[in-house]
């Protein structure tokens, strides 16, 4: 039922096959669509095919996420947004760039990393450079399984706080199979006067503890940072 608002005419809602609307003081019509369907352009398919895959990459590295929440976006939905970038699209089908996804966000490079076996299914992986020279006290090493369908599932965590003679910080995964792991790094850079974590009700100090509260995300820290994400991955498919 359309409505008048006054003797000049004006008139507001539907009418016949119209549909009049008042805008800035001038009257609008339309013709009225009564089946509005979901267009589905090309656009709308490619984004939420690349989002779906963006959420199940969220799901797989939500335990060693280390991006800190953002007034009210919490990391995980701001790794979401910034995966977007890092996932392709064709023919409805997303595929992940896996050296792009960053777990963390931070001005401070963590140099390579590589991995390699040996003894038996054991995967030895290392930072290349000395990186106790950037302020790094801790490494948080991830290692995760890709599937045929472009998922990450998450094998095994580890926080590796010796870093040993050359400051490399090498550390022993010993679960993880022969192939198709992919590896990520970051490095812990923690200020000695204000290091404080809090879990829970409890207050918590010590870098060892509080990057593993970070790899589990089991806690918020002040007083540290984190450098940018490495990666690297073992025989690639």
Do not use: W
Request: charged share 15%; proline share 3%.
């Amino acid at each position: 039922m359309a409505k008048m608002t006054s003797l000049s005419g004006a008139v507001t809602g539907k009418l016949a096959g119209n549909v009049y609307s008042v805008s800035a003081g001038q009257q609008i019509v339309r013709a009225y669509q009564p089946n509005v369907a979901n267009p589905n352009t090309d656009l709308q398919v490619s984004t939420r095919t690349k989002f779906k895959l963006a959420s199940q990459l969220a799901a797989a590295v939500a335990p060693v996420l280390a991006i800190k929440k953002n007034g009210l976006v919490s990391g995980r939905n701001q790794f979401v947004s910034a995966s977007m970038g890092a996932i392709a699209e064709a023919l409805g089908e997303a595929t992940v760039l896996l050296n792009r996804l960053q777990l963390t966000k931070s001005s401070l490079e963590l140099p390579a990393i590589v991995a390699n076996r040996a003894e038996g299914s054991v995967v030895r992986c290392s930072v290349t450079a000395d990186v106790t020279t950037l302020g790094v006290t801790k490494v948080i090493y991830a290692a995760f399984k890709e599937s045929p369908t472009n998922k990450l599932t998450l094998l095994e965590s580890t926080v590796q706080s010796v870093p040993g003679g050359n400051g490399h910080f090498t550390t022993e995964f010993s679960t993880l199979g022969t192939s198709g792991v992919i590896f990520y790094a970051y490095g812990i850079v923690e200020d000695e006067n204000s290091l404080l974590a809090k879990y829970g009700d409890y207050e918590v100090s010590g870098a060892t503890f509080i990057a593993s509260l970070i790899s589990s995300r089991s806690g918020e820290a002040t007083g540290m940072k984190t450098t940018t994400t490495s990666c690297y991955i073992l025989d690639p498919a």
